[in-house]
C-alpha cells in the first residue's frame, strides 16, 4: 500500500518517527537491525519489488518498512541519515 509519508528523526537522534494519513509511528532506533538499499532488500524476500529507489527498514520483530522515493539521490540520502 503506497502512500505519502513525512519522516524525521527525534531531538535526540534516537528515534525515527513517520507520519502518514493521519496515523504517527516512533521507532526506536535500537530496534533496527538494518536500513537496505535496492539489491540488498531483495534479499529480505518482501514479497513485491524493489528497485535503485527503495530503502527497507528491517526491525528487530521481523516487521520491514519499505520507503520508495522520487530518485535514486534521495533514496542514497536517506540511507546516509539513517
Same mark, same amino acid.
Given at each position: 500500500?503506497? !502512500? /505519502?509519508?513525512?519522516?524525521?528523526?527525534? $531531538? #535526540?537522534? /534516537? @528515534?525515527? +518517527?513517520?507520519?502518514?494519513?493521519? $496515523?504517527? +509511528? %516512533?521507532?526506536? *532506533?535500537? /530496534?533496527?537491525?538494518? =536500513? +537496505?538499499?535496492?539489491? @540488498?532488500?531483495?534479499?529480505?524476500? *518482501?514479497?513485491?519489488? =524493489? /528497485?535503485? +529507489?527503495? %530503502? %527497507?527498514?528491517?526491525?528487530?520483530? #521481523?516487521?520491514?518498512? %519499505?520507503?520508495?522515493? #522520487?530518485? =535514486?539521490?534521495? !533514496?542514497?540520502?536517506? =540511507?546516509?541519515?539513517?
Amino acid at each position: 500500500n503506497l !502512500c /505519502d509519508a513525512v519522516c524525521s528523526l527525534s $531531538r #535526540g537522534h /534516537d @528515534e525515527f +518517527r513517520m507520519r502518514w494519513e493521519q $496515523r504517527e +509511528r %516512533t521507532i526506536p *532506533l535500537r /530496534d533496527m537491525l538494518s =536500513v +537496505r538499499m535496492g539489491a @540488498e532488500a531483495k534479499k529480505l524476500r *518482501l514479497g513485491f519489488p =524493489v /528497485d535503485e +529507489r527503495c %530503502t %527497507t527498514i528491517e526491525l528487530q520483530s #521481523g516487521e520491514c518498512i %519499505t520507503f520508495k522515493f #522520487g530518485h =535514486v539521490e534521495a !533514496c542514497e540520502r536517506f =540511507v546516509l541519515c539513517m
